[in-house]
Structure formats: C-alpha cells, structure tokens
C-alpha cells in the first residue's frame, strides 16, 4: 500500500480515537489501535510498522503464520504484537499459542484449555480476551453473557493464561447509534464481574465503522482494518 495513503488513513483514525476519548472524558493513552492487517500483503504491513504502528490483529492461523514470518517483515520486527481476532479451532491452538501475543477470542472452556496445554509446553503466559456473544442470533462465535462467570471460575485454575478481558462483534449496522447498546453491554458485564472479583481491564470493541462509539463506550482496544487500509477485495 501507498505510504502517503497509510499514513493519512492513520493520522485521520488516530485524530478520530483523540476526540472520541476526549468527548468520553478519556485519555487516548487508554486505547490502543490494533491495525487488521487480513487479506493485507505483508508488504503493507512493513510499510505500516515503518510508519510506526505496533500492534495488528489477523483473524486466520495460516494467513498470519505466512505474514509473520515473511522475511521482509521479520527484519522489521520491532516490538511489534500480533493479536488473533478470529475463530480459533482447537486443532491450531499450538501454532496461535506460538504467533500471538493476544489471543482475542477465545470462546470455551475447551478451547482455553488447549490454550493452556499449550502454552505450558512453550514455557508463556498466554494472554487472552473472552470472545462474548451479546446477540443470540446474528454473531457465529462467543460465550453468552449467562455462562461467562460460570467459565471464568473455571480457567481461573489454568496457570499458563492471563484473561485480561473482554471482546465483542456486536452485529453490523450504518447507524452506529444502534451498535452503542451492545457497546455498553459488554461494559456494564465487565463492571459486574470486576465486583464478583475478576481483574478484565481491556474491552476489545470497536471496527472502522463504529470505532468512535465504542471509545466513548469505554473501548481500550479498536480493531481497525479498512479505515487504515482500504476495503478488502475478498
Ligand atoms: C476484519 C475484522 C475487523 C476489522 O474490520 P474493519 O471493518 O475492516 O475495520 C475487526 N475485528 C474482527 C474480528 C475482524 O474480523
């Protein structure tokens, strides 16, 4: 992707988080941009780390897999995290436990107990997201609200993940206003484990479209693709 275009796209999204933190009384220290970089070519996302962002979300095992070892992207590997957004199935959970930093979405007891297995093997703390499911019908993947708590007391035990938080995909709609519900959701759900004793100090919520009302929602992570580069020709 053309650098000039990236970095306009950035500096537009990075202007739109700053104000929607400030209107929210936040700062925009609190909330970090996690470019995804899916169906990106891993050239763009050279370019992208030359323009100084850190963090990408991938939403496929293979496809990041291929990205992240490319050559030219490794040389320029400063620092740089990769968080997974997509589905996970069990049978990746070794090769997601090697590449990510942050596993966003996972979704069972099952799955987190691969995770684990795994990340014992590999001598890592696994930091993750609970993938929650606010809407019964439109979103495939997520834990529903009345089993969270349920799941959470159970890999609380499993020593080799750190939950860190939530993370929702609230169903699509142009009017954003109609998404801030979801948004809100999943905060209050948060604050009501927070007071039966769990620690979840990140909401993962918030794409190109309803970024900004997810911030003044009390998002710490925005998941950001097409705004930053472009639509996707899938
Ligand atoms: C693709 C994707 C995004 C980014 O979507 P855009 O609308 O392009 O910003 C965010 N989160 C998840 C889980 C995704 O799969």
Redesign the pocket.
């Known amino acids: 992707m053309d650098e000039k275009q990236l970095l306009e796209n950035v500096n537009t999204v990075y202007k739109k988080i700053s104000h929607a933190a400030m209107r929210a009384g936040r700062s925009p220290d609190g909330i970090r941009l996690?470019a995804?970089t899916?169906t990106v070519s891993a050239d763009s996302v050279k370019t992208a780390v030359e323009i100084g962002l850190r963090e990408f979300?991938e939403?496929r095992v293979q496809e990041a897999q291929k990205k992240i070892s490319d050559p030219g992207l490794q040389l320029k590997n400063r620092s740089v995290l990769w968080h997974l957004?997509?589905h996970l199935q069990k049978n990746k959970a070794r090769v997601a436990v090697n590449l990510f930093d942050l596993i966003?979405?996972i979704d069972s007891v099952a799955l987190a107990e691969e995770v684990d297995r795994h990340a014992e093997k590999s001598g890592k703390r696994q930091r993750i997201l609970l993938q929650v499911k606010l809407s019964y019908e439109e979103s495939k993947y997520g834990i529903l609200k009345k089993n969270i708590k349920d799941m959470l007391a159970r890999i609380s035990g499993y020593q080799n993940l750190q939950v860190e938080g939530l993370?929702t995909?609230p169903p699509f709609n142009d009017d954003t206003e109609k998404v801030r519900p979801f948004f809100a959701e999943l905060r209050e759900l948060r604050n009501s484990l927070e007071l039966s004793g769990y620690s979840l100090p990140e909401l993962s919520m918030g794409?190109?479209?309803d970024?900004e009302v997810a911030i003044e929602e009390g998002a710490t992570m925005v998941?950001?693709?097409?705004?930053?580069?472009g639509e996707?020709n899938t």
Do not use: E, P
Not at 223 to 229: D, E, I, Q, S
């Open positions: 996690i995804v899916k979300g939403n957004v997509g966003q979405s993370m995909i794409m190109s479209h970024y998941r950001v693709g097409t705004a930053l580069f996707r």
